[in-house]
T-cell receptor, first 113, second 114 residues
Framework: QKEVEQNSGPLSVPEGAIASLNCTYSDRGSQSFFWYRQYSGKSPELIMSIYSNGDKEDGRFTAQLNKASQYVSLLIRDSQPSDSATYLCAVPHSGGGADGLTFGKGTHLIIQP | KAGVTQTPRYLIKTRGQQVTLSCSPISGHRSVSWYQQTPGQGLQFLFEYFSETQRNKGNFPGRFSGRQFSNSRSEMNVSTLELGDSALYLC?????????????FGEGSRLTVL
C-alpha cells in the first residue's frame, strides 16, 4: 500500500508570512510530485509540480523535493487570505497496478488577515 | 477552451441501485482518471484510462467499473450501491498518462445513496 502523508491542520499563518506545507511518501520509486490546491466546494487545481531534488520556484510558491528523505514540501511566501484552502500532495507511483496516483488527505491552510 | 465536463452534477440513489457517471475531457486530452472524495478518506484513485485502455485501477471492489470511448469520453459505473458509496466523484483529464503531468479536474458528480 503506497502512502502519502500530510498534516491535516488546520495550519494558521498570519497574512504576509511564509506558509510551509509538508508531505512524505512511501514509494521510493516515485519520480514526479504534484501540489494541488482545493478551495472549499471546488475541485482541485494544480499549482506546482517537481521532478528533481532541490527547489523549484514559481511566483510566491516554492516546491522542495528530497528523494533520499522521501519528503516534498510547498512554501508560500507573502501569504494572502486568498491562499486559504486545502493543499493536496499527489504522488504517481511506480509500477502501475493499483498504485496509479495517491493523494495525501490534505493540509487545511488558513491565512489570518 | 471548454473544461472537463461531468454529468450529472448531483444524484440521489437508493441502496442496491446502480449509477453511471459521465466525463468529457478537455479537447485533445487522451487521459481520463476518476477519483472518489469523502471527508474521511480524502481523494482516492479509482481508475486511469489512456487511449481507451485502463492503465491503472485503485483498491476498490469490482462493483466499480469504467470505460473510455474512442473520443476520450469516459464513464464509470457503480453497481449494487451501498451507503458508503455516497461521495463526490471527480474526473480529471490530461494530455498524457497521470505520471507525466498536469491534471484538470471537473466539478464532480455528487452521489447520495439512501
Amino acid at each position: 500500500q503506497k502512502e502519502v502523508e500530510q498534516n491535516s491542520g488546520p495550519l494558521s499563518v498570519p497574512e504576509g508570512a511564509i506558509a510551509s506545507l509538508n508531505c512524505t511518501y512511501s514509494d521510493r520509486g516515485s519520480q514526479s510530485f504534484f501540489w494541488y490546491r482545493q478551495y472549499s466546494g471546488k475541485s482541485p487545481e494544480l499549482i506546482m509540480s517537481i521532478y528533481s531534488n532541490g527547489d523549484k520556484e514559481d511566483g510566491r510558491f516554492t516546491a522542495q523535493l528530497n528523494k533520499a528523505s522521501q519528503y516534498v514540501s510547498l512554501l508560500i511566501r507573502d501569504s494572502q487570505p486568498s491562499d486559504s484552502a486545502t493543499y493536496l500532495c499527489a504522488v504517481p507511483h511506480s509500477g502501475g497496478g493499483a498504485d496509479g496516483l495517491t493523494f495525501g488527505k490534505g493540509t487545511h491552510l488558513i491565512i489570518q488577515p | 477552451k471548454a473544461g472537463v465536463t461531468q454529468t450529472p452534477r448531483y444524484l440521489i440513489k437508493t441502496r442496491g441501485q446502480q449509477v453511471t457517471l459521465s466525463c468529457s475531457p478537455i479537447s485533445g486530452h487522451r487521459s481520463v482518471s476518476w477519483y472518489q472524495q469523502t471527508p474521511g478518506q480524502g481523494l482516492q484513485f479509482l481508475f486511469e484510462y489512456f487511449s481507451e485502455t485502463q492503465r491503472n485501477k485503485g483498491n476498490f471492489p469490482g462493483r466499480f467499473s469504467g470505460r473510455q470511448f474512442s473520443n476520450s469520453r469516459s464513464e464509470m459505473n457503480v453497481s449494487t450501491l451501498e451507503l458508503g458509496d455516497s461521495a463526490l466523484y471527480l474526473c480529471a483529464s490530461g494530455l498524457g498518462p497521470i505520471k507525466t503531468g498536469e491534471l484538470f479536474f471537473g466539478e464532480g458528480s455528487r452521489l447520495t445513496v439512501l
